[in-house]
């Protein structure tokens, strides 16, 4: 049984993203930490673009750790630390996500994150 998502019409959406994520019993579930715009070096990427693309990067090397994908993804909480970076986040996260059934997600805007050149930060839930 795969992963279902939900979007009830009474409810309006305002993204590409669901508004609920249902695992079925016995899968197995994923929750992969925080990841930034790290290289493989530890180097951070220098513009919000490479730090949104290493993120996402970081995040499928992580899914395909436990045996998954990014089509397993079923949960997403992101933070930006400029709300003019969004296009950049959403444009990186369109490359790996770029059909439905979209996850639920959350993204927020925040002051700052465990490095001041930090710009954006993403952890997901994923199950199969």
Known sequence: MANKFHNPP???LAGKY???G???AGSRVLYVSGQVGLDSK???GATIEKQC???WKNIGQVLKAGGMNYRDI???NAYVTDPRYMPA???ARARCLPDAPFP???LVIVSGLAEPDMKVEVEVVAAR
Do not use: H
Request: no cysteine; proline share 4%.
């Open 10 to 12: 009474n409810v309006a």
């Open 18 to 20: 669901s508004l609920g």
């Open 22 to 24: 249902e695992v079925p």
């Open 42 to 44: 530890g180097k951070l």
């Open 53 to 55: 693309e290493l993120a």
């Open 74 to 76: 079923v949960k997403i």
């Open 89 to 91: 986040y959403r444009e």
């Open 104 to 106: 639920a997600s959350t």
